[in-house]
């Protein structure tokens, strides 16, 4: 497959990505709340758990992993990445490094990883036969921030990265995540979010990435989690696509939004409100992490006992985000 038919195959039939790439620190946030202790056996037993779900079946087109998981083993011996594969999703492999402050005293951020980044790429492609890759950039709201000086940073680091990665035969996840936490407005949002955009695909013009071999994994157009003015799912599907619209060519062929901290159901219906408008030059789809997870996460509680009940959980949010990326998701099909 080439970088374009690697990025299509993913966002095909309205299939999406499960983004299981926690770092392990992050992992252990996520397993506190279960009370599961943070160990490899545990991390390998809950995402085995959640790969041979049947609902992963045309509803995922790929998972991103964390190094650890691409070299894992299943209980049995299969690697957690052919049980991937045999669900019908390509296996991918988060490649940034984390974040560095901007500059000393800096509240600000970029992200780290380029050392090394195309050996390291050369490797999951060969060794692991791994399709695409992750970078994520923070941007954050606030007093006088995101500063540009932030905006080019992150932008510059995001093209050089897709840059390596298409060199390597992976297709690059973009993702320029602009953080929920804060009292911002919508429209702060937006306008994080425009300049993010457009400083993105400015310097992955320069850096000559093929728009059309890469994913963009933004986030919504949202008002912060404290801002006191929330807005209607409408509002926040149509000041999304008037951004996307208005910053991101149409040769990209798709765009995975991540959840960022919305609820599972928040994230279903806004995508689903955006996949009702029809005349868009590219796929709209997801690539949530606890959107996906986070009922699956609950009902495992780390028992094997739960198996089954966790993997119903996963198997329902992967097909109800699936019809939201077809735009034919609506609220009673969550009864169960
Ligand atoms: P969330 O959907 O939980 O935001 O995670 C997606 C992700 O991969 C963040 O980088």
């Not at 380029?114 to 790429?121: K, M, N, S, T």
């Not at 400083?199 to 850096?207: E, I, P």
């Not at 009922?295 to 780390?302: C, D, I, Y």
């Amino acid at each position: 497959m080439n970088l374009n038919e690697i990025a299509e195959y993913i966002v095909s039939d309205g299939k999406g990505i499960l983004a299981a790439d926690e770092s392990n620190p992050t992992c252990g946030k996520r397993f506190d709340t279960i009370n599961v202790e943070n160990t490899e056996d545990n991390r390998r037993d809950y995402r085995e758990m959640l790969f041979r779900s049947k609902g992963m079946k045309d509803n995922i087109g790929g998972v991103i992993l964390f190094d650890e998981t691409l070299r894992q083993n299943a209980i049995d011996g299969t690697p957690l990445r052919k049980i991937i594969e045999d669900q019908g999703a390509l296996p991918g492999i988060k490649v940034d490094k984390g974040l560095t402050p901007l500059k000393e005293g800096s509240d600000e951020v970029v992200t780290q990883g380029l050392d090394g980044l195309h050996e390291r790429c050369a490797d999951y492609d060969a060794l692991f036969n791994a399709k695409f890759t992750k970078w994520r950039a923070v941007i954050k709201i606030g007093d006088g921030i995101p500063t540009d000086e932030c905006i080019e940073a992150n932008a510059k680091a995001l093209a050089d990265y897709a840059w390596v990665a298409q060199t390597n035969n992976m297709v690059p996840i973009v993702e320029p995540e602009v953080l929920m936490d804060g009292d911002h407005t919508i429209t702060e949002c937006f306008d994080a979010c425009a300049r993010s955009f457009s400083a993105l695909f400015n310097a992955l013009q320069k850096r000559e990435v093929d728009n059309s071999g890469l994913l963009l994994k933004p986030s919504m157009i949202t008002p912060g989690s404290l801002c006191s003015q929330k807005a209607t799912i409408q509002e926040v599907a149509d000041l999304t696509i008037k951004c996307l619209k208005e910053n991101v060519p149409s040769e990209v062929p798709g765009i995975t939004f991540l959840s960022g901290g919305q609820s599972e159901l928040e994230a279903t219906a806004h995508l689903n409100a955006m996949n009702k408008e029809k005349d868009l030059p590219w796929k709209l789809s997801f690539s949530y992490g606890r959107a996906l997870q986070q009922s699956a996460l609950r009902a495992w509680g780390g028992l094997q006992e739960n198996l089954f009940i966790a993997q119903d959980e996963l198997s329902h949010r992967a097909n109800m985000n699936k019809l939201a990326a077809l735009g034919e998701w609506s609220e009673e099909l969550e009864e169960r």
